[in-house]
């Protein structure tokens, strides 16, 4: 018998159709086993120590493949072709050698690029060792980021409370997000202005052109940097006779994009398909592993990780084949086409993302992808086509129009697509750029026409800051440095997001407060470690471990003696210290200069104290200097471009006209919200406190009482104090999802101040409707019963029609989740999929079975979700009236006996 072991049931369910019946294939479900999470699983001080440990979830998977093993004479392991691919396969065989399960059994690994039937029969008559170099690479790498987490992550818990962790490569990307976001709040705009005219030729067509040279002298973008210059500008070409004085045309090219890597496809995903790097890996991932076609498991694309662009010669072959055919033989270059990475530290040894067939078309396997699987093999097919296709011809056109000799000059640009070439079947997306591939088509003029001016625009223009980071651009400045591996990029992003240091506001990384302290609290403290340069050397010098130029432990010794010197320079730092760091690095970020000439740190409750950054148990958060005497504080807020946030304290937006209260919008913890009154004001409406009862008069007859003394006899019992009436508390109503800050005027906010509001009876129940805003959102309420509203619905709004209409509703839950798609019937009811609240489940007939969490949902067949449902079907408990007749009758609690009264001894 011959065990091979590869990473996922998907991966293996498809490799036991193309091996014999000698060959069982078995699953690992990744990586089996890690370094523990605790201090002292990597020990500097033995030589770079590493503990291991299997994972409880990863045990029976274990104890499958040992007891496969020990019946076996060879073990072939098949995980992925890269460095964690190796790692798995390394983890695998040592823990099996740890267990006695070797003895006798042939150890080879093997690799392929891709699924098929031709690949895995050849890797499997071709195998190899475990590649040592790669498994030290790895291994550096594993301790690496396991010593900076668990060396540096406690130091921001101390030094910084409300500190999340930090990571060796994620607090780089981080200062990525943190540092443009600087650029933009610190970015100050520039005017100027440009001059466009309108011409018509001597055929009767009209043609825009831009100013270029006034007065014999070419102009740069700021040389009309006001109205003033644009209108003398204006003046003195309005006075001008004009005429063709040049025409230039040139034929030029544009060339084909490569195939796909891992960073480049995720990049075009976000673009164009608008996925999330985490997103693209997953359906890439599947599209590799296989996908059920007429009853064929086929990979349909090869291996998703890596730096390659370059293509086996058989797969160049079929993409020229196809082009010819489909296109003609004008679309076939002459010659193929052959690419060079160029992007930092590129070190897999792989082919570029590709089809494994490119034959195969996206029509032809529609009807077997769901959404998102088809639109991500449609591009990857288009991309790699078009990396084999002839160039793209356009000609381009330039004419400048002379007015009086030269001393006014006018320029028209535009192209014009002779020959197509790969541009008709792929455009390449750009987040900076607007669509380079559009026409602009200019009409025939000769040199020496005359030409009639007609219109003539002076336009307005400000610089633009810098945008912030998509994931599609964050992962292209990323593989630019040379910081990370591309098939770590969608972890990067998703550890950012996890601990809430970014957050994604459309499409763009948006780094919140608690991001930039860590970004700030490293560059003062442990600068040389968030450098990108220093990083990027690290990654080079990890690639040399995999290459075999240099040993692991020399990269881990040069890096740990450095950074536990700097870790340690941190004992002695007081919090005082962080803080008036930070306060100093974030004050233009937290107290910005609005113009107005006041002092951005100014108190606005007690108009002395000074606004500064504080520490407190849950985090960072704006205090007054005069504390305890002053009591403000607000927490961290953050602005950006284009938002309307309340970052100086409370927004006034008016008096409620019907108490004469302020109205304030504010931000807390848990978001925006509008607030009716203040303390001040509320402070005034509450009613005095009652004067103190008179003391009553000591009686000098009274006798004392027994047991006390003259003295405390004598002593009159002071009345109580009066409490004061507590003043009322402001009135909070938060903003729902959906409403913008940006967006509440003093109207609204007084609506919402007044909810919860009444509908009015229902019509069946004549029990009232009302609607209001609670903690989960806005809601309606009716005979107790709650019902949330939907994302399109007004709670200011929404009428009785429609309140009766959402009571009406079943209550949400499994039922109501619309299916992922349908697996076929059972009983004549369809078998369909869905995504609930707590993972996918399959649903017929009103059961709901869990998917295992070992299983993946897109490989989900009709014949595994039908035994799933049977099974929950037959533990549903029994009915209530069922339990109640089989429920053994309670016996009568027997009485206790009395107690025995003690005897007198006497």
Known sequence: ??????????????????????????????????????????????????????????????????????????????????????????????????????????????????????????????????????????????????????????????????????????????????????????????????????????????????????????????????????????????????????????????????PFTTSTLQQEASRKLHLAAARTMQLAQRLYEGVDIGGETVGLITYMRTDGVQMAAEAISSARAVIGATFGASYVPSAPRVYKTKAKNAQ???????????????????????????????????????????????????????????????????????????????????????????????PDVAEGDAMERKDLRAEQHFTQPPPRFTEASLVKRLEELGIGRPSTYASIISVLQDRDYVRLDQRRFVPEDRGRLVTAFLESFFGRYVEYNFTAELENQLDDVSGGRIDWKTVLNGFWKAFSASVEDTRDLRVAQVLDALDELLGPHFFPDDGSGKDPRACPTCHTGRLSLKLGKFGAFIGCSTYPECRFTRPLTSGGEGEDEVREGP??????????????????????????????????????????????????????????????????????????????????????????????????????????????????????????????????????????????????????????????????????????KTLGEMDGKPVTLHQGRYGPYASCNGVHATLPKDSEADALTLDEAIALIRAKAAKAPATKGAAAKKAPAKKPAAKKAPAKKKTDPA
């Open 651 to 820: 927004k006034e937006l008016g008096n409620d006209p019907a108490t004469g209260l302020p109205v304030t919008l504010r931000k807390g913890p848990y978001g925006h919200y509008v607030q009716l009154g203040d303390e001040t004001s509320l402070k005034a409406l509450a009613p005095p406190a009652p004067p103190p009862a008179p003391e009553p008069e000591p009686e000098p007859d009274a006798a004392p009482a027994k047991g006390k003394t003259a003295k405390a006899a004598k002593a009159p019992k002071k009345p109580k104090a009066a409490k004061a009436p507590a003043a009322p508390k402001p009135k909070r109503v938060s903003l729902y999802r959906g409403l913008e800050p940006a967006d509440v005027t003093l109207e609204l906010a007084c609506r919402l101040l007044e909810l919860p509001r009444e509908i009015g009876p229902h019509p069946e129940t004549q029990k009232t409707i009302s609607a209001g805003v609670g903690r989960f959102g806005p809601y309606l309420l009716h005979d107790g019963v709650y019902k949330s509203l939907t994302k399109d619905d007004d709670v200011l709004a929404v009428g009785m029609n429609r309140a009766v209409e959402l009571l009406a509703q079943p209550k949400g839950g499994r039922g109501a989740s619309a299916p992922l």
């Open 348 to 442: 897999e040894a792989h082919e570029a993302i590709r089809p494994t067939d490119l034959s195969r078309r996206p029509e032809d396997v529609a009807h077997h992808l769901d959404r998102d699987q088809l639109r991500l093999y449609e591009l990857i097919w288009k991309r790699t086509l078009a990396s084999q296709m002839a160039s793209a011809e356009l000609d381009q056109v330039a004419v400048d129009i002379d007015g009086d000799n030269r001393a006014v000059v006018f320029r028209a640009t535009g192209s014009m697509v002779v020959f197509d070439g790969f541009l008709k079947v792929y455009r390449e997306d750009r987040d900076d750029s607007d669509d380079e591939d559009a026409e602009k088509l200019l």
């Open 1 to 258: 018998m011959k065990i091979v072991v590869v990473e996922s049931p998907a991966k293996a369910k498809t490799i036991n159709k193309y091996l014999g019946s000698d060959f069982q294939v078995v699953a690992s479900f990744g990586h089996i086993r890690d370094l523990p999470a605790r201090d002292g699983s990597v020990r500097p001080d033995e030589n770079f120590a590493m503990d291991w440990e299997i994972d409880p979830k990863s045990e029976r998977h274990v104890k499958e493949i040992t007891s496969l093993v020990k019946e076996a004479d060879h073990l072939f392991l098949a995980t992925d072709p890269d460095r964690e691919g190796e790692a798995i396969s390394w983890h695998v065989k040592r823990v099996l050698e740890d267990r006695k399960a070797l003895k006798g059994v042939e150890v080879k690994r093997v690799v392929f690029n891709e699924i098929t039937k031709t690949a895995v029969l050849d890797a499997m008559r071709n195998p190899r060792d475990i590649d040592q170099e790669l498994v030290d690479a790895y291994l550096a790498r594993r301790a690496l980021d396991y010593l900076v987490g668990f060396t540096l992550s406690p130091v921001l818990w101390r030094k910084l409370p409300g500190s999340r962790s930090a990571g060796r490569v994620q607090s780089v990307a981080l200062r990525l997000i943190c540092q443009r976001e600087s650029e933009i709040e610190s970015f100050i705009a520039r005017e100027y202005w440009t001059l466009g005219a309108d011409f018509l030729t001597p055929k009767g067509a009209l043609l825009s052109a831009g100013l270029t040279h006034l007065d014999g002298r070419k102009l740069d973008k700021f040389d009309l940097p006001n109205e003033a210059t644009a209108r003398a500008a204006e003046a003195r070409a309005a006075i001008a006779t004009y005429k063709v004085s040049e025409v230039e045309r040139k034929r030029a090219k544009r060339h084909p994009f490569p």
